[in-house]
Each structure stands twice: as C-alpha cells, then as structure tokens.
C-alpha cells in the first residue's frame, strides 16, 4: 500500500511535465522501484524501513 503511494505521488509530481521522456522513465522507474521492494520485503518490513523513508523523502525534497 506504501510502494503504490510511492507511485501515487510520483505521476501527480511529474504529470504537467513537458519533458515527455524525462517524466515517463522518472513515473516507470517509481512503479519498478515500489514493485522490487514489494517483491523484497514483506510488508511489515517495508513500512518500517529506512530505506523506503530515505528515498521516499529524497524524492517529494528534490522534485516538489
């Protein structure tokens, strides 16, 4: 449910973009990355993890 968050956010950060490419690869890689996480770990783990909080605030810091 926090990886498809992850996700959420990224295409509503990303979706008046005019650079077409850019915005696509950034909206693919968010739902790869929340879909190998998910793979990973179980889902106590995920939402406990420092990591996922890392990237997860790195990415709404650099691209908000």
Sequence with gaps: EEMQELAK???FLF???KDF??????QRAAVSISNNIAEGFEEDEIM???IFSLFQ???VA???
């Design 9 to 11: 956010r990224t295409y």
């Design 48 to 50: 406990n993890s420092d």
């Design 21 to 26: 490419s850019f915005r696509d690869q950034i």
């Design 62 to 64: 650099n691209f908000a």
């Design 57 to 59: 605030n790195d990415l």
């Design 15 to 17: 979706q008046d973009s």
